[in-house]
């Protein structure tokens, strides 16, 4: 027998890398694997170059003002000074407000806005122990319940302060947080899969900030522990993130006995999250294993979960929904399930450039999250429903919020970003909203597009681009899956129209003032499920509701109470 001065951790780190599987897995550290980073096919413009007008301008500018803006920051920080939590996530809070903070920032370019980020950052650094540590758990429940989920969103806030300001001291935080938990959690230490609940996939999902810590710090420790955390999920006791990602999302473990609790291996939003993590880790090694995981699961989601209204979830796990989404089920599309789908969505968008991809945000963003945010945009329904009246959910952890109201502007605040994104040779329209976008060639040249619409509920898009100066360069337009007959015309000349489910290319060389417009077929659209029927009209599923008859779903249930019953499925014979 060949000894070499490997304990046995180490070989079942190095066999659990190499695709062999052992019952009796260790919290191992993996070997290091060869890495390459892989650059976005698609890249957000820069903040501050988007404007959007109409009908998804009016609800974003809703969401800002009255949910964003309106919410005290001091509330969100106080949990942070008191050391006494055992079991709640009050700390996921500030996090989740500030990263749509963040964004409404960099959309609105507002100073007094950025002066109370500033300020609110402040404010929770000064809750920093000596070791690192930021939250509200008291030392001997540190790791258990919402510790590490809530050290997450930490993290996700301080960083993002840090990409828009500068800030070396959030990032100083950021790190020493980071580092405490190292300290606490890997190889030799706590298992990062037996923390918290479902399965380890709340805290594991601390993955997506570890790496993005990494990429700004450089520091290697954060990208082998990143490494490590996924190692984890191959182990006996985890969620089996990898090897189960053809198994559909809601039939990988059997059914718990205790629902909320860490046998739970379906809680959708902590999957999705976890998968989030590991595009961002795909970015940073080039393991294709990895993307496939995220690409196959992402396709089981959407076939066998994501309703016709573009979410899923039955109290807030995976259940078959897509199957059974004429059917009664308790507390369906949770709000913080609606948006992080959309936030997977995204971020494969950005990795594959493919447009099918950007069609499941379009459906999900007209209808699951614009119906769940109130018409004033100051909150959102913590579940939705097919069928019935909208309603609040209450709030949460002796806060004046729950985890959705302050989730669901994240959504929202994804909109700018998806609408127009970069790839190497030009733009790619995602999002047919009106507005103004200022982009700069690969050329160098700049430009701005602006786009006049009253899309989803006309199919006419007429956009105006205005190059600095005359450039070639390749303009695509998504065409919808649903537009089976689409119009595109440059300067009154019809181009042709594109194919269902791919970008429309226009090549050409472009001069101030030309004008292209698109149509849509915009007809409306009956879908079966059984005894059930539904309609839809281009993006937009259609509801009949108790006041005004057929209207669109967002718009169905908008006094939120029995004055508006609402319902998308109807029963039909034959």
Request: aromatic residues 10%; positive net charge; charged residues 25%.
């Amino acid at each position: 027998m060949l000894h070499c001065g490997l304990r046995r951790r180490d070989i079942l780190g190095l066999l659990a890398l190499t695709g062999v599987s052992c019952e009796r897995s260790e919290n191992s550290q993996p070997a290091a694997q060869p890495r390459r980073h892989v650059a976005d096919v698609l890249s957000p413009l820069p903040p501050g170059q988007v404007q959007l007008g109409g009908y998804l301008g009016r609800k974003l500018d809703l969401c800002i003002r009255n949910r964003i803006l309106a919410q005290n920051p001091d509330e969100l920080v106080e949990p942070f000074r008191h050391r006494a939590e055992r079991q709640c996530w009050q700390t996921e809070f500030w996090g989740k407000w500030f990263l749509s903070g963040v964004a409404a920032c960099q959309y609105t370019r507002a100073a007094d806005a950025r002066e109370r980020l500033g300020r609110s950052v402040q404010q929770l650094l000064a809750t920093q122990s000596p070791d690192g540590y930021i939250g509200n758990y008291a030392a001997d429940s540190r790791l258990k319940s919402w510790d590490v989920w809530g050290r997450k969103y930490t993290l996700l806030g301080l960083l993002a302060w840090f990409d828009l300001s500068g800030d070396r001291a959030a990032l100083e935080g950021a790190r020493r947080l980071a580092a405490h938990l190292l300290a606490e959690a890997g190889p030799g230490k706590a298992d990062i899969v037996r923390l918290g609940l479902y399965r380890g996939m709340a805290a594991s999902s601390v993955l997506e900030p570890i790496v993005l810590l990494y990429r700004r710090t450089g520091d290697e420790q954060f990208l082998r522990f990143a490494e490590y955390i996924v190692s984890r999920w191959s182990s006996r006791q985890g969620p089996g993130l990898i090897e189960k990602a053809g198994v559909p999302a809601g039939e990988r473990f059997p059914r718990p006995k205790k629902w909320f609790s860490w046998d739970n291996g379906e809680k959708a939003y902590e999957m999705m999250s976890c998968y989030a993590g590991l595009v961002e880790l795909y970015r940073e090694t080039g393991n294709e294993t990895w993307l496939n995981a995220v690409r196959r699961t992402y396709e089981s989601i959407r076939d066998t979960e994501i309703n016709i209204a573009g979410s899923g979830s039955s109290q807030e796990c995976w259940y078959g929904g897509a199957a059974r989404q004429t059917q009664p089920a308790p507390d369906t599309m949770e709000t913080c399930v609606t948006e992080s789908w959309m936030q997977l969505c995204y971020q494969l968008l950005r990795v594959t450039g493919d447009p099918r991809i950007a069609d499941e945000i379009e459906r999900t963003a007209y209808n699951a999250l614009l119906g769940a945010m109130t018409p004033d945009g100051s909150g959102f329904a913590k579940y939705s429903a097919l069928e019935g009246t909208r309603a609040l959910g209450p709030a949460q952890c002796g806060m004046k919020l729950n985890c959705c109201t302050a989730n669901g502007p994240r959504g929202v605040m994804l909109l700018p970003a998806v609408a127009v994104l970069m790839g190497a040779e030009g733009p790619h329209f995602n999002l047919y909203a009106e507005g103004t976008w200022r982009i700069q060639l690969p050329s160098g040249t700049k430009c701005s597009l602006e786009v006049k619409t009253g899309y989803p509920f006309s199919g006419r898009v007429d956009l105006v681009l205005r190059p600095e100066r005359p450039a070639e360069f390749p303009l695509r337009l998504r065409v919808p899956a649903w537009s089976e007959d689409t119009s595109i015309s440059v300067n009154g000349a019809r181009t042709g129209g594109g194919h269902p489910g791919e970008y429309a290319v226009i090549q050409r060389r472009w001069k101030p003032g030309d004008r292209v417009r698109v149509e849509f077929d915009l007809r409306d659209r009956i879908v079966r499920a059984g005894r059930f029927a539904a309609v839809t009209r281009g993006p937009v599923v259609l509801a009949t509701d108790a006041r005004t008859g057929p209207c669109d779903y967002a718009s169905a249930g908008n006094t939120w109470d029995d004055r508006s019953r609402y319902r998308v499925w109807t029963p039909v014979s034959g």
